[in-house]
């Protein structure tokens, strides 16, 4: 059985009401031009690594090579602060990690194989730009080939000391609940080794320090070699969310490590429990390219927390919903203990990083597939006799099912509810909901795969209501849905008397 940690896609936002147009008995409402979702931003394309052969990372790092690997630097967090001259980390009252050190974290309990988030997550193996062995953190994620993992930009691509180009990072091998402090390879490496085939960067992302370095773009995915089984049926996965941060209750897991400095000396899995919000922006925005070419506000598509105050190592790791485990993050910058001011900041599962590397990572898997069916029926997908007409002057109850049926999960997804003439909106329910006489405006918190979401409508039938009375119902998806037609859903109903 695949051990697949479901969990929830891809957030919209940016996007405005949708207003229904005055209609005919026999046409249904219109959704609006002018409210239609505002312009996207540049549909930015993905870069990827030369191929790699998996078998010769599997056998270059060796034991002793991953003891003389060091923690990957993260980049600074905007608004740094000088070091204070007594640590100040994560103030007790603000630690909300059970048994949380001075930086909010503790460690995950032994074995990492016992629970999904903690064998899910691992150490990723590599050689920097510069030639040097260098480890970051990496998590699987959920993908038709089933052998993709996310950690972040800086992790697989950077611009070495000295240099102008940025470089591909090489020898990427990732170790699955990896225990540096077992006794054996069987306690260290449960799942084994898995090598990296590809490695994949949004366009966006440059590895210019000040700038791409520390930006809504520090996200990647790996591709690794194939073994018996696949990666994911190994060990799970997360379901990615696409957002653009915001407030969430998320945990994290990962490696951070500064050599000879126990538990941060990268051989033990740690894990810190924090509430986010949005970033502020990022530091020298004026180096940052991609981000001003999209328009969009520093900080988009990020989120930090000052509950987890930490360095080096974590880099790539997972913030997952603690509730659900949606993955909607990898960690990208913050600044390491000591420092005031401390925090962690997140590059979200969004749509212009993440949603430009995904297609071309996975070309076979569907990420965004979001639909919508109106009925009288409370469950439309069971056959149903041909509803009975509504009586003029009464009300009837109308069923808006929406339906993922991507790898991902939607947060925050829209969907409009519109009545033609003749009829009106007297309650919805399931979801908040902006409802006027005309059109409801709704929106879910969440769609997850399989896992339908309904609202219900009440609506009455005026007293001089024409025979037939077009209802209609959108639900907005993002660019990576590769059929929209299914996103609208007409329902007539039949009036008498």
Request: charge should be positive.
């Amino acid at each position: 059985m695949r051990r697949t940690l479901v969990t929830t896609l891809a957030g919209i936002t940016g996007l405005t009401g949708l207003a229904a147009s005055p209609a005919t008995a026999d046409q249904p409402p219109l959704f609006s031009a002018e409210t239609e979702h505002q312009a996207p931003p540049p549909v930015w394309g993905a870069a990827s690594s030369p191929l790699m052969r998996p078998g010769q990372a599997v056998k270059y790092w060796t034991a002793a090579k991953q003891a003389e690997a060091r923690a990957a630097d993260l980049p600074k967090s905007p608004k740094g602060a000088a070091r204070a001259a007594a640590p100040l980390s994560v103030p007790t009252a603000k630690r909300l990690t059970p048994g949380g050190d001075v930086n909010g974290y503790a460690r995950v309990r032994r074995p990492y194989t016992a629970v999904p988030y903690s064998r899910i997550s691992g150490r990723l193996f590599f050689i920097n730009a510069g030639g040097q062995p260098d480890s970051c953190t990496a998590s699987v994620v959920r993908s038709a080939s089933e052998l993709l993992i996310a950690t972040a930009a800086h992790c697989v691509y950077s611009v070495a000391e000295g240099t102008a180009a940025g470089q591909w990072h090489r020898n990427f091998l990732f170790i699955p609940a990896y225990d540096g402090r077992a006794a054996g390879l069987r306690g260290r490496e449960p799942y084994g080794r898995w090598g990296g085939r590809r490695a994949w960067k949004p366009d966006g992302y440059t590895g210019l320090h000040g700038g791409d370095w520390n930006s809504s773009y520090d996200i990647a995915l790996i591709e690794v070699g194939r073994r018996e089984r696949t990666l994911q049926d190994a060990v799970g996965a997360f379901t990615p969310m696409l957002n653009q941060g915001g407030r969430h209750t998320i945990a994290t897991t990962g490696y951070p490590g500064l050599l000879g400095r126990e538990p941060y000396d990268g051989r033990d899995q740690l894990w810190c429990l924090g509430r986010t919000r949005q970033s502020a922006g990022v530091a020298r925005t004026e180096t940052m390219l991609a981000a001003n070419a999209t328009g969009r506000p520093a900080g988009s598509g990020r989120m930090e927390t000052h509950n987890c105050h930490l360095h080096k190592g974590h880099s790539g790791g997972p913030w997952f919903l603690k509730d659900t485990g949606d993955l909607i993050g990898v960690l990208s910058a913050g600044k390491e203990d000591g420092e005031a001011d401390g925090n962690s900041v997140a590059t979200a599962i969004n749509l212009e990083g993440y949603g430009a590397i995904v297609g071309k990572a996975d070309p076979k898997g569907v990420y965004d597939a979001l639909s919508v069916k109106l009925s009288r029926s409370a469950r439309p997908a069971r056959p149903a006799k041909p509803a009975r007409p509504v009586r003029r002057g009464r009300t009837t109850t109308v069923t808006a099912t929406v339906i993922m049926r991507g790898l991902m999960a939607a947060t925050r997804v829209p969907v409009t509810i519109a009545a033609p003439r003749g009829a009106a909106l007297a309650a919805v329910h399931g979801v908040a909901c902006a409802p006027t006489r005309r059109q409801a405006t709704c929106l879910i918190p969440a769609v997850r795969p399989g896992r339908p979401v309904r609202i219900k409508a009440r609506v009455h039938v005026a007293a001089d209501a024409p025979r037939r009375l077009p209802l209609a119902a959108r639900v907005t998806s993002t660019r990576l849905d590769p059929t929209q037609r299914d996103n609208t859903d007409v329902l007539r109903l039949f009036t008498r008397g």
